[in-house]
């Protein structure tokens, strides 16, 4: 808490027998539709990676950004473990991508389907790729292979990519430490989340909603009830705004140490500010109720929710018909 007060809340083109090549693969398999989208997009730029066609991949990557749509997470669905061979092809291709955001965009993508599948090495080798090449390596660039390693609690590994970064000149930001700090808070770790604070507060990165989110999944980990309240509550007053997450860390820790009543008191406290957030608290703890057989308790939220007009999901419909309406 003492780090946590000391943070502020901041925060070309090819040739014309190359062209008409490429033109004449994709209009032989698919015309582009006058209204194209990125699902049409990404749907013909894994089907021509799935044929080893790179003439249309490198096209289409092209083609979409000039069209206004860019990649998704869906876009190098191609990719999997089981042919990662093709890393070398996909690279020249992107390789040779227009200058700007049409390679930059095409290099981050491919690192976050690689760090998704968590080929960290592979990831890696194409981040520095883009270091040696020059190509617009940035904190993004780095993101998703953070977010792998700490989702996998691989902390040490975590902590070597900052340091690649920092090598390179790219100072870690915000939200490299947040995937830092909320690994730890996960695991229950306060003593290496505290050292991430202080390193936040040392670089003077400041604190967003998931750092604060970050703090309080931790204290709930470990049982310091009182302690996540306050983070919420400092939250609050700094003018941050609580993700539904952040709710539902507390809630969760009240129902696990069985306090009923207070998770109840929490939630209304809450209500009547965001029917959206009122929705989802109320929805969480009532359907929590239930599952432990807390079925009166349930059954004065889930009145509580129609009287404020919250939306009921199936399950929470189903039991009102059968238990309150009756």
Same mark, same amino acid.
């Given at each position: ?105 095409? %290099? ?47 902390? $040490? ?54 750092? %604060? ?33 952040? $709710? ?79």
């Amino acid at each position: 808490m003492l780090a946590l007060r000391k943070l502020s809340s901041s925060s070309k083109s090819s040739s014309f027998l190359c062209s008409f090549a490429i033109q004449s693969s994709i209009c032989s398999s698919a015309t582009i539709p006058d209204v194209p989208s990125c699902t049409y997009y990404d749907a013909r730029i894994n089907e021509a990676g799935r044929q080893g066609d790179f003439a249309t991949v490198h096209h289409l990557l092209n083609k979409r950004v000039t069209d206004g749509f860019f990649n998704t997470i869906n876009t190098f669905k191609f990719v999997s473990t089981t042919n990662l061979s093709i890393l070398d092809d996909l690279l020249d291709t992107i390789a040779r991508l227009d200058n700007g955001y049409p390679k930059k965009c095409s %290099y981050d993508c491919l690192i976050a389907r690689l760090s998704k599948m968590h080929c960290i090495s592979e990831a890696t080798r194409v981040a520095e790729t883009m270091v040696s090449k020059r190509h617009g390596v940035n904190n993004v660039t780095f993101h998703p292979i953070i977010n792998a390693l700490t989702k996998k609690e691989e902390f $040490h590994e975590a902590w070597r990519v900052m340091e690649v970064m920092r090598s390179n000149g790219i100072a870690p930001d915000l939200t490299a430490y947040n995937f830092l700090l909320t690994g730890y808070c996960f695991t229950g770790d306060v003593v290496s989340a505290a050292g991430v604070l202080a390193k936040m507060e040392e670089e003077e990165l400041g604190a967003d909603t998931r750092t %604060y989110d970050a703090l309080v999944l931790g204290t709930c980990r470990v049982g310091k009830l009182d302690a996540a309240l306050a983070v919420l509550r400092r939250m609050v007053d700094d003018g941050v705004s609580p993700l539904y997450c952040t $709710h539902a860390h507390i809630i969760g820790a009240l129902l696990k140490y069985q306090f009923y009543e207070q998770a109840a008191e929490f939630v209304r406290s809450y209500a009547g500010r965001d029917v959206k957030l009122d929705s989802e608290n109320f929805g969480i703890l009532a359907t929590r109720l239930i599952t432990r057989g807390k079925f009166e308790e349930a059954k004065e939220l889930v009145k509580e929710m129609t009287e404020r007009r919250l939306a009921l999901g199936p399950r929470l419909k189903d039991f009102y018909e059968l238990h309150v309406r009756s």
